[in-house]
Nanobody, 124 residues
Framework: QLQLVESGGGLVQPGGSLRLSCTAS????????IGWFRQAPGKEREGVIC????????NYADSVKSRFTISRDNAKNTVYLQMNSLKPEDTAVYYC?????????????????WGQGTQVTVSS
């Protein structure tokens, strides 16, 4: 089986923080670029941030720059998304996706495997 599982979502108040995790099983995550996407109700899925095989990252959503940080721990076969200073507009289902390529992409169809998503709700 090839599987990605996201965890760490929940309800937080504006200004709070969450750390999402994306853990792979059935394949070695260090061979992939990993992207985080999000989809809010009634809106299209958008790319948020991606980490390359090299460990460098690319921001796709201007609204998260300086607030979100992606990292990977290959020993744990896990990628993290640290989200700080959360805003209500960050509310969405967050998905991680793995691309069998060294480089990042903000196009969903470039990714081979997807997690089930984890809900992030930012509200007072």
């Amino acid at each position: 089986q090839l599987q990605l599982v996201e965890s760490g979502g929940g309800l937080v108040q504006p200004g709070g923080s969450l750390r999402l995790s994306c853990t792979a099983s059935g394949f070695t995550l260090d061979s992939y670029a990993i992207g985080w996407f999000r989809q809010a109700p009634g809106k299209e899925r958008e790319g948020v941030i991606c980490i390359r095989r090299s460990g460098s990252s690319t921001n796709y959503a201007d609204s998260v720059k300086s607030r979100f940080t992606i990292s990977r721990d290959n020993a744990k076969n896990t990628v993290y998304l640290q989200m700080n200073s959360l805003k209500p507009e960050d509310t969405a289902v967050y998905y991680c996706a793995a691309r069998l390529n060294a480089y990042c992409s903000d196009y969903s169809f470039d990714y081979n495997y997807w997690g089930q998503g984890t809900q992030v709700t930012v509200s007072s």
